[in-house]
């Protein structure tokens, strides 16, 4: 539903360059830890921190989706949620279990076919040295604005909750309405290069789509 009162976020300092970043396999995604110096500023003025951002995608070389969104019921190839929590209760660990608690910054991808996304290039090369779960790389020529749309302003949000157990009904969410492209190789490659704990490619790490439960879905575009 339209909500022309709904301001743009602010994504506070995630223009920030030459900051390292470490990326670790946790044996479900890939997950990027993000400083507390970035943070997202909403439409009513809540501060929310940033903590990382990790990945949902599909398999079977690009042929099966793995968004968690779906648009009008349209899967996208991929997902990046960008975790943040809120300012006021300090950490992540306070604020996971509490009212108002978390927000999550979604960003659906699609492909364009030999479009390889140069700003990308870092992560996806980084893959190889994460293939087992529990190791870790340090990105360091990496902007995380430029791993989102040009667009940020125009976007759905709603309130549900963590797409994991424990699943906690906290999460104000924030799916932006335009989509990162990335090339067939990029995306085949990151289906296929992080493995899991018996040593299978973590391959369609999304949750189903959920019962709406009377939840309004709002946007701040026509
Ligand atoms: S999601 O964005 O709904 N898919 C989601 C799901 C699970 C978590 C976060 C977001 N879990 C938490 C972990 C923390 C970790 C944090 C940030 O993610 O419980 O230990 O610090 O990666
Ligand atoms: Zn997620």
Redesign the pocket.
């Known amino acids: 539903m339209f909500n022309p009162s709904l301001k743009p976020l602010s994504l506070v300092n995630y223009e920030k360059e030459n900051l390292e970043f470490t990326m670790t396999n946790n044996g479900h995604t890939v ?1 990027i830890d993000l400083p507390p110096s970035m943070y997202l500023e909403t439409s009513d003025g809540t501060e929310f921190i940033s ?2 951002f ?1 990945f ?1 995608w599909g398999g079977r070389d690009w042929e099966l989706s793995g968004s ?1 969104h779906t648009i009008d019921g349209i899967r996208s190839i991929m997902e990046a ?1 960008f ?1 943040h929590f809120n300012k006021e209760y300090g950490t ?1 660990e306070n604020a ?1 279990d509490q009212k108002n608690g ?1 927000a ?1 910054l979604a960003v659906l991808f699609k492909i364009d076919e030999y479009a390889e996304n140069t700003y990308y290039s870092d992560i996806i090369s980084a893959l190889k040295d994460i293939e087992k779960p529990g190791e870790t790389t340090t990105l360091k020529d990496t902007t995380i604005r430029d791993l989102l749309p040009k667009d940020v302003h125009h976007y759905y949000t709603y309130p549900g ?4 157990p424990p699943c906690t009904e906290n ?1 104000q969410w924030f799916v932006l309405r335009d989509r990162v492209t990335l090339s067939k190789a990029q995306v085949v490659t990151i289906e296929n290069s992080v493995m899991d704990h018996n040593n299978n490619t973590i391959q369609n790490g999304y949750r189903s789509t959920q019962p709406n439960n009377h939840r309004v879905v709002e946007a701040n575009f026509l």
Do not use: D, F, I, R
């Not at 909750?161 to 994991?164: D, G, K, P, V």
């Open positions: 997950s903590k990382a990790h949902h968690e949620h975790v992540y996971k978390l999550v909750s963590l797409t994991t999460v």
